[in-house]
């Protein structure tokens, strides 16, 4: 009501006052009547609002409540009385009650659900309430959502009522669904939720087949299997058959059909045919995928075996005309018969003879079927016709081949032909100029003379396209004519030319000239181009094309070229709306090309292109063509756009038939085009018909359902959805909205802010717990009842009887029409009914009354009409108050101190009556390390609260606090706790490993050593689980380091880290930087500092504890190195490493592993080898540079902070420095010569000589140095080379070595070259250019040809020729055939060895005529006489086997070799080679630790010949091939023999790259067992070096001795490694019982292994003792022999004084001083004994043997004794060697001599001589000529003839060849003279003719008698 102004109250006591009055309320009462004062509200009326009360009387006003929302509603009214001054106010309240719903269930599995498949469900919507809750659904986005329809999807539901909603699901995808739906009731504050889920599957399905095995099948037949396809899901099945590996163009397997429909629970036959192509093994598999599921769901295999069958001919030849003739044109048949033999059948293919085969013209065959089929085991047979074309024998050869076979089968056709002759009238037939593509005629007359028929054929000679024949086969009948019709058809506009040729059977060709010149064009078009190229209508934004075939009837390629009139579109002119495509195509001859017409508009109109078609080259015009086209868009015109659907529950309608709607919708297409659309809705609305095809101006009608109760629940809604039109060629859409309002009468129930409606899907419903309360009170509760539909709901509240309800037909419950409250006295409902407009709300109170240990439920419903019931459980209880906890104290134990725990408390609630509790933290001395959850809460009777304590130590430090709990109202109670805060200590050791100290060291290890004195040591070392003897003494690591350091060193570690975890948390501020840690070591604060230098990194946060460095040294570019270090775990708990290996990218290091996870710790401390790498070249170390490197690796300890390794090295690549200067000079290898006239003349070097230039490499750097050396020539240049000698070595640091670089000329000509020298892990090398002149040795005859005149028998006939020199210096001639010192010479020089492994040796240059080296022949001379010596012995000695063998075998070759030039070419680097030094001996005998020490003396590499022999395995040459027959021979194969040759070249190689020397260990290797071959294998390869063989002797006792030593190491080893550490009984007592087991392990393994050490050690003893009591007995045995011996030798010398002899001098020792084992000895020893002399043989001589007992010496004392006593070369220093070194040789020259091959045998030329001009007169007659001449006229031989000349520079020397046979030959004598040049190959011939006859008498009188005269007798 609105406010007025307040009517006076007082006392009337006059007249004025009283008109007064009167006139105000006058005034008052005018006011009233126009109702401005009057009550109004919304939801409260007043009836009456205004009138008169009589005096002491009474009246009734009647106040209405009608709310509109589920709220409550407070107002005010004022009640104003006339003659009151004040306003009697009256306050009204109302609760709104809305309506309350629930779903019948809110959640539904709905399990597989096939895909495509409808699925329907229904749900209830209930009306728990008094009013009508209306409904309606909230539309979602999710990707199942969109499959569900419900219906109703809104609606009203009265109160008490339901609302069936049904629900479709139909899912066109796989997957699983999870969906949940909200529901909106009006009125209700929160939506009612129903929740989906389940998974859609696809159709499942088989073969009722396992395997389709086709078996044997012959080539190209078609086979066909059956089989079905089975569907066993619900739902049809869309399915594709395809082979996979059947991907040729021609299919060989086909499916009939390869994709259908198979219904549900169906079965689909299907057909495989299968015609097999290909010979093969068919293992294929049949494929099923299924539309929207997938591909290659399922196969079936698929089996055959291709096999193509033999075949035959009965005769392989067929005669036809059976011998006699065959007449032109006529057909003669034969049969030919095929046979088949094999159990398939066969296709066969006869073969004829091409076409343009000449057989063609002469015969025709023609068979009645080429192809065919012969049947298994069959005969068939194939009639063939013959017609003669030409006369003559005629043999026609055809072939028949079987399908998928190469193999052909000859059969020969043969036949003798006989026919007539015709004539023409003309030569020539010229057709003039014609139209290309149009056939034009002309006709040759051909005429028969003969009187038989004339069968003739006419053919084209070039079989050009142009020229045809129509009838080219006809017969002219006897003395007739035939007209030839000629037809000519170009296709090109050229001139054409070719020749008719007439064959007519027994006659010659006639030749007939063909001549036509083109004209026009030959392009052909599919569709007319000179006309419109109309595309009709067609939808805009839709691509449309036609596509027409160009044709190039030509032979000629043709391009052509499209374009558009418009050249471009112009500024506002429209873009083109046709292309052709392509625009540019070359055509060629009689080819085609297709060309597409595309259009595209996104407007509507008529659109129009001209294109321009020409040639390219020409730029003729072709074609003109327009295209054409109409562009529309689709359109209907619908009767209405928007549907709208409208349901309100009323009482009177029946139901459901009044739920149902259908409104018409009337659709026509306005289109020019006709129409074919779909229409699609969504639930609940439905159509009559979905698919519609309209013609232009059609209309059809559609309806449009809405069925209201589609939901079945009752429930208010609203649905809006759309009808959707979709056109089958156009992506335009058009939609028409279909909304609907479906109202039912609904409420919703709300206490203290939550629903109490019911949930979809809850069978049990919700409802008000009132709890447990204290005896005798009672318990109020509201509930706010809200109609939140459109439509007024009456409800009523009931107690439900369990029992009482029934159910109707229709499956609702109805209620019994009395219900009653009965029963309920615990509780109470006010008001239990009442009515409730739309939107209006009402408060219902709940009240339970406690009774004595009494517990009271009840079930509310509240019925609403029309609408859904809401049933509301009612539960309460009364009791008193227990508590109690379960525990007062909680030990964490130890803990990490970034870890935190957690432990259980628990509070209990005895009682039944809730209590709260507060959780109070703030009495704890060290803040924030103590959480608990939750601090504060409500624990209900008979409950209990877990409360979780979480510790965090956030220090490793002890922690004894306590903390209290407050519940309600009783004394707080205390908690304590204990923990000890551990973190994870690691050890890192290593030899390069060294530890930085931590910033305050000094400070830090007082507090340390403070902190382990007395009892606080037990607090900090190892939380408490070690001590002095059971934690430090049992470490690893901890060998060489003081105990009671090693836990000082852990203690400052522990106390650094707590510092800066101190200042860590001080910067957080979460507590202050001097905060007090109460620890029994340490009772005053602690003041943080800043860490500098490497401790102040930080990584993720976390702290640098510990910082290490690993110094690599000295590091060469490109080579990796590795570091081993150990990180040992000394805490009391597993620790995990971590590096992360991104840090380390491309920084060249890594390390492995890079993770350490659970390395043990306390008791066994376990320990992890890393090993750190170092590359320094390649992609993993692009940041590496030279110079010094440094890097931080930093190592995660899990758990703890960051320790870090500081890893430095100094990195550089190798060098070498080269005596030649400047290296860009080119090494000269031309000489001059300073000639008389001053001038200078260059040299070169002659072909088969070498020029040596010596080159000095230094290695400066300190480290070792490896080279190669390559030279290069460039191809085009003269074939000369540059050798170097060494091709590689190493050169130790400062040393240096002579590099011999060889020029070697093989032909005339200047050649550069480059010396290109690499340098091992350097990636610039060192170029030298070379310059060499090679010149040739050059010999000319003149003439080359000498003929002499004729002679008599014995008569001398003489001619000269001239012998020049052409070379640039003097040579020496000798005749090959006369000249016998050449063939000494080479004699010579096969029996020296001065020759390498390529036959290559180098001899001091040779004067020109002088003999060879003095040097060499005394080398040949002594090898004469080593032969001689060993022929003339002829002494066999008998080895040890038994075997005999020449002396010389055992002593080996002793001759000595020819090294003078040799020794300048590479002599100086071989000076420092070290020596080669095989130590060998029996096992156990100190093999490899005496090679080790030799070769650390020397400097040397020590090599493994086994490690030397798999090294080149990998490798691809003949050596690693051999190696590999050996040691793995192929199966085929048998093993290779072992040759020493290929080994001691494999050696070499290796050799080669030691330079100060090597060591072999030990002679044993597994390509022989003979060490005496391997032995000579490696004298082989030390060309340039010493070797020598040091032999270990040994004994069985020292060998036993060794052993023994061996294994007491081993076992003192093994011991140490299983100790185990001594731990106290309360540690062992607080170990789990897996602990124990472990720790009992650990004892007996340490037992056993100490028991086994003691053995061992008291073995060894023995052997000692018993070695000790050998030796003196081997002493006093020595010591009496010595005195034996001397006594004898004085009894000899006293009887050698007597009888005045000298006494006999003392013979050497044997050189064999190692005994031979017995034959029965199969210990190691033995067999070494057994093998020892076949060595010392092998060995030789000239080599050292060495023999050592090292049973009393020491390696050091046996390494010097070689040296000194045993003949081992001295070891050399660095210094020695570079002055050694420093001197280059000089350049030189030498000749290079090839090993000659052996001799061949030289032809005499006995009837030929040549003379110089000086001995012409005093030369003797050819030798021929003096053995043939009669003896009356021999005489005394002259001197020999002249054999050799010098010849200087262009000297000539003129020679006379003569020439004397004794006999005559009728061929004459020829003979070839060859004349060589001393130092080189080169030969030059000398070609002779010569003729010895004797004279003859003409005999014919004729020819004698020239003039003669007739003379006539008597």
């Known amino acids: 009501m609105s406010r007025s102004n307040s009517l006076p ?129 909230n539309q979602t986005s999710s990707l199942f959502s969109s499959k569900f329809k419900f219906k109703p999807s809104h609606g009203t539901v009265p109160p008490g009522e339901a609302q069936a909603i049904r629900i479709v699901f139909c899912s066109d995808i796989i997957g699983i669904l999870n969906e949940t739906f909200h529901f909106h009731i009006q009125g209700s504050r929160t939506d009612l939720a129903i929740h989906f889920k389940g998974r859609v599957i696809g159709p499942t399905f088989h073969f009722d087949t396992d395997e389709i095995d086709f078996g044997n099948v012959s080539f190209n037949f078609m086979h066909r299997r059956a089989f079905h396809l089975v569907n066993t899901s619900e739902i049809p099945m869309r399915f594709r058959l395809r082979v996979p590996e059947d991907q040729g163009k021609e299919k060989e397997f086909e499916c009939i059909p390869n994709a259908g429909l198979v219904l549900p629970h169906g079965k689909q036959k299907i057909t495989l045919d299968f015609l097999s192509n290909t010979v093969q093994e068919y293992n294929a598999h049949l494929v099923v995928d299924i539309d929207e599921v997938g591909e290659n769901l399922h196969s079936v295999p698929l089996k055959a075996s291709c096999i193509v069958p033999n075949i035959t001919v009965v005769q392989e030849a067929l005669d036809f005309g059976r011998g006699g003739l065959c007449f032109v044109g006529h057909p003669y048949d034969m049969e030919l018969e095929i046979k088949n033999d094999t159990p398939l059948s066969a296709k066969y293919d006869i073969g004829l003879p091409p076409d343009d085969d000449p057989i063609r013209r002469k015969v025709d065959i023609a068979v009645e079927a080429k192809k065919g089929i012969v049947l298994a085991t069959s005969v068939h047979s194939v009639k063939l016709t013959l017609t003669a074309k030409l006369v003559g024998s005629v043999h026609l050869p055809i072939y028949i081949r079987v399908l998928g076979s190469d193999k052909r089968i000859p059969v020969s056709l043969s036949a003798k032909i006989t026919g007539p002759v015709v004539s023409i009238d003309q030569t020539t037939l010229d057709f003039g100029r014609v139209s290309v593509l149009s056939e034009h005629q002309r006709r040759v007359e051909l005429e028969n003379e003969s009187p038989i028929p004339a069968v003739f054929s006419c053919r084209l000679h070039n079989k050009s396209n142009a020229f045809s024949l129509k009838n080219a086969e006809t017969t002219i009948p006897p003395r007739s004519s035939y007209s030839l019709p000629v037809y000519a058809f170009l296709d090109d506009t050229t001139k054409f030319a070719d020749e008719l040729v007439i064959t007519v059977a027994n006659s010659k060709d006639i030749q007939v000239g063909l001549v036509a010149v083109g004209t026009g064009t030959t392009l052909v078009p599919s569709i007319p181009l000179d006309q419109d190229v109309d595309f009709g209508n067609i939808f805009t934004t839709t691509n449309t094309k036609k596509t027409f075939t160009m044709y190039n009837k030509g032979k000629r390629a043709l391009q052509i070229t499209w374009g558009n009139d418009r050249s471009k579109p112009k500024e506002g002119e429209p873009p083109f709306t046709f292309t052709v495509a392509p625009e540019r195509a070359t055509i060629l001859g009689k080819g085609e090309q297709e060309f597409t017409f595309e259009g595209y508009n996104d407007k509507p109109g008529r659109a129009t292109e001209r294109f321009v078609c020409k040639l390219a080259k020409t730029h003729k015009l072709v074609f003109r063509p327009t295209v ?40 026509r297409n306005v289109s020019p085009m006709t129409l074919t659309f779909s229409l699609r809705t969504g639930a609940p609305f439905t159509i009559d018909k979905t698919e519609y095809s309209l013609r232009q101006g059609e209309s059809c009608t559609v309806h449009v359902d809405l069925f209201a109760g589609y939901r079945n629940d009752r429930m208010s809604h609203k649905l809006k959805t759309k009808l959707t039109i979709a056109y089958k060629d156009h992506p335009q859409r058009e939609t ?89 006295a615990a509780f109470d409902i006010l008001p239990i009914r009442g009515f409730l407009k739309a939107g209006e709300s009402e408060k219902v109170e709940f009240i339970y009354h406690s009774q004595s240990a009494k517990k009271a439920k009840a079930t509310a419903v509240l019925v609403v009409e029309g609408g859904p019931e809401y049933p509301l459980a009612l539960n309460g209880e009364s009791s008193t108050m227990h508590f109690r906890f379960d525990k007062s104290m909680l030990d964490f134990g130890n803990i990490s101190y970034e870890r935190h725990d957690e432990r259980e408390l628990f509070l209990y609630n ?34 209990k609260v877990r409360l979780l304590v979480k510790l965090h130590p956030r220090m490793p430090d002890k922690i004894d606090d306590f903390f209290q709990v407050h519940v309600a109202h009783f004394e707080p109670h205390s908690i304590y706790v204990k923990a000890m805060g551990l973190y994870p200590a690691v050890l890192v050791t290593g030899s390069s490993i060294k530890k930085i100290p931590p910033p305050g060291g000094e400070e830090i290890m007082e507090q340390a050593r403070r902190n382990l004195a007395g009892d606080a040591k037990k607090y900090f070392l190892r939380g408490g689980v070690g ?18 350091q090693a836990d000082i060193n852990e203690e400052v570690e522990r106390i650094y880290f707590t510092r800066v975890l101190q200042r860590q948390i001080a910067a957080k501020k979460e507590v202050p930087a001097t905060v007090k840690w109460a620890t029994p070591a340490d009772e005053a604060a602690v003041e943080v500092k800043k860490e500098t230098g490497p401790y102040a990194k930080t990584f993720d946060g976390k702290p640098v504890i510990a910082c290490y460095t690993l110094d690599f040294g000295t590091v060469v570019k490109g080579e990796p190195k590795k570091k081993t270090i150990k990180i040992v775990n000394t805490s009391s708990t597993p620790v995990s490493l971590f590096i992360d290996k991104k840090l380390l990218a491309q920084t060249g290091i890594s390390v492995t592993p890079d993770k350490i996870t659970k390395l043990a710790g306390h008791p066994t401390y376990a320990e992890q080898a890393l090993e750190v790498h170092l590359v320094t070249k390649g992609e993993k170390a692009k940041d590496v540079s030279f110079g010094n490197y440094n890097l931080t690796v930093p190592i995660e300890v899990r758990g703890g902070g960051y320790i870090t390794l500081e890893i430095t090295a100094f990195i550089m690549v190798p060098q070498l420095n080269v005596s030649h200067t400047p290296l860009d000079t080119p090494l000269d290898f031309r000489t001059e010569t300073f000639l008389l006239d001053g001038s200078i003349k260059e040299r070169g070097t002659t072909v088969g000589e070498t020029r040596v230039i010596s080159l000095q490499l230094k290695n400066p750097l300190p480290l070792p140095c490896e080279w190669n050396i390559k030279s290069e020539v460039k191809r085009s240049q003269p074939k000369n080379q540059f050798i170097c000698k060494p091709e590689r070595g190493v050169l130790a640091p400062k040393q240096k070595c002579n590099l011999s670089v060889m020029f070697v000329p093989f032909e005339e000509g200047l050649t550069n070259g ?25 010999l000319s005859v003149e003439p080359h040809i000498l003929e002499l005149p004729p002679v008599l028998p014995f008569t001398p006939s003489e001619t000269t020729f001239v012998l020049r020199n052409r070379s640039r210096r003097a040579i020496e001639v000798y005749a090959l055939a006369f000249d016998k010192v050449y063939l000494i010479e080479e004699e010579i020089l096969r029996a020296v060895k001065i020759y390498d492994s390529d036959g290559i040796g180098l001899l001091q240059p040779r004067e020109v005529g002088g003999a060879l080296d003095d040097e060499l022949l005394e080398k040949y001379f002594l090898t004469l006489e080593a032969k001689d010596a060993e022929l003339s012995k002829a002494i066999e000695t008998v080895d040890e086997d038994g075997n005999q063998v020449a002396e010389g075998d055992a002593r080996g070759d002793s001759a000595p070799m020819y090294s003078a030039p040799a020794a300048a070419v590479g002599a100086t680097y071989d000076t420092v080679l070290g020596p080669v030094i095989v130590v060998t001996g029996p096992p156990l005998s100190g093999k490899t630790t005496v090679a080790t020490q030799l070769a650390k003396q020397y400097h040397a590499d020590i090599v493994f010949l086994d490690a030397t022999f798999d090294s080149i395995l990998h490798e691809d040459t003949a050596n690693a091939a051999y190696i590999k027959n050996i040691l793995d021979p192929w199966p085929s194969e048998d093993p290779q023999p072992f040759k020493e040759s290929v080994i001691a070249d494999v050696l070499s190689s290796r050799f080669n790259a030691c330079p100060n ?44 001795l060794r052993e023994a030593y061996i294994a007491e190491e081993n076992a003192l080893a093994m011991q140490e490694a299983s100790r185990v550490p001594e731990i106290s009984e309360d540690d062992y007592d607080a170990m789990d019982a897996a602990a124990r087991r472990e720790y009992e392990k650990g004892l007996k393994r340490s037992r056993k292994c100490k028991k086994e050490a003691k053995a061992a050690t008291e073995r060894r003893i023995q052997l000692c003792k018993e070695r000790e009591a050998l030796e003196v007995k081997q002493s006093i045995i020595a010591t009496l022999d010595k005195e034996e011996e ?59 043997i060495t023999y050592l007992n090292n049973n009393e010496t020491s390696v050091e004392e046996m390494v010097q004794m070689l040296l000194s006593e045993e003949g081992l070369p001295p070891v050399m220093s660095n210094q020695s060697a570079e002055d050694d070194l420093s001197q280059v040789p000089p350049p030189a020259t030498y000749l290079r001599q090839e090993r000659p091959k052996p001799a061949k045998e030289v032809k005499e030329c006995p009837w030929f001589q040549i003379l110089s001009p000086q001995e012409k007169e005093k030369a003797p007659e050819p030798v021929a000529a003096q053995k043939s001449k009669p003896k009356e006229v021999e005489e005394v031989a002259p001197p020999p003839q002249p054999t050799r000349w010098v010849l200087q520079e262009d000297e000539a020397v003129s020679l006379t060849l003569r020439f004397c046979a004794g006999t005559v030959l009728d061929e004459g004598y020829e003979e070839t003279i060859e004349f060589g040049i001393v130092g080189s190959k080169q030969v030059v011939p000398l070609k002779c003719r010569a003729t010895s006859v004797y004279p003859d008498i003409v005999r014919d009188p004729r020819l004698t008698f020239t003039t003669r005269k007739c003379i006539k007798k008597g």
């Open 1686 to 1744: 001397a006594r004898l030798a004085a009894e000899q010398e006293e009887a050698a004084n007597a009888k005045g002899k000298k006494p006999p001098a003392k013979k050497g020792a044997p050189v064999q001083e190692v005994e031979q084992a017995p034959a029965e000895d199969s210990s190691p020893l033995g067999l070494f004994k057994r093998q020892y002399h076949p060595l010392v043989k092998a060995i030789g001589s000239v080599h050292t």
């Open 910 to 943: 005895i009682g039944k009556v809730s209590f709260s509790y507060t959780v109070d933290l703030t009495q704890m001395k060290q803040q924030g390390c103590v959480e608990v959850n939750p601090w504060s809460g409500q624990v209900k009777g008979g409950d």
């Open 9 to 137: 109250v007082g006392t009337l006591n006059n007249s004025r006052e009283m008109r007064s009055l009167a006139r105000r309320s006058k005034a008052r009462w005018k006011e009233l009547d126009k109702g401005c004062l009057l009550f109004e509200h919304d939801y409260f009326t007043i009836e009456p609002l205004a009138g008169e009360i009589p005096a002491r009387s009474k009246r009734d006003i009647v106040i209405t409540y009608n709310p509109q929302l589920a709220a409550m509603c407070e107002v005010g009214a004022y009640l104003d009385v006339v003659g009151r001054n004040d306003r009697i106010p009256l306050a009204l309240k109302g609760q709104g009650v809305g309506p309350k719903c629930q779903f019948s269930y809110d959640a539904l599995d709905l399990g597989d659900v096939f895909i495509n498949s409808i699925h329907h469900y229904e749900v209830m919507l209930q009306n728990r309430g008094s009013i009508d809750a209306r409904f309606s659904l």
């Open 1027 to 1044: 001590t002095v003897h059971g934690g430090t003494m049992g470490r690893k690591g901890f060998d060489d380091m003081n105990k009671q």
């Open 736 to 824: 028409i909205d279909l909304v609907g309002d479906i109202v039912f009468p609904n409420l919703t129930l709300e206490c203290g802010g939550v629903s109490l409606n019911p949930v979809p899907g809850d069978e049990k419903p919700k409802g008000i717990e009132f709890g447990c309360i204290l005896h005798e009170t009672e318990k109020r509760t509201e509930v706010l009842v809200t109609n939140s539909s459109k439509v007024n709901a009456k409800y009523e509240w009931i107690f439900e009887q369990v029992g009482l309800d029934r159910v109707s037909a229709r499956g609702e419950r109805e209620r019994d029409p009395n219900p009653s409250m009965a029963g309920c």
């Open 628 to 667: 054409v086209g109409m562009f529309v868009v689709p359109l209907l015109e619908p009767s209405e756009k928007v549907l709208n659907y409208s349901y309100i529950w009323d009482a009177s309608i029946e139901e459901p038939t009044g739920m149902y709607q259908t409104k018409p919708l009337t659709l």
């Open 1557 to 1600: 020397g090597v060591v072999i260990d030990s002679l044993v290797c597994k390509l022989t067992t003979d060490k005496a071959a391997t032995a000579r294998a490696i004298i082989a390869a030390c060309e340039n070096r010493e070797v020598h063989f040091v032999v270990l002797d040994t004994d069985e006792q020292c060998i036993e």
């Open 1314 to 1338: 480059v010396l290109n020298i690499k340098i091992a892990q350097n990636p610039r090398s060192i170029q030298i250019p070379c310059v060499g002149l090679g010149e040739e040795l050059k």
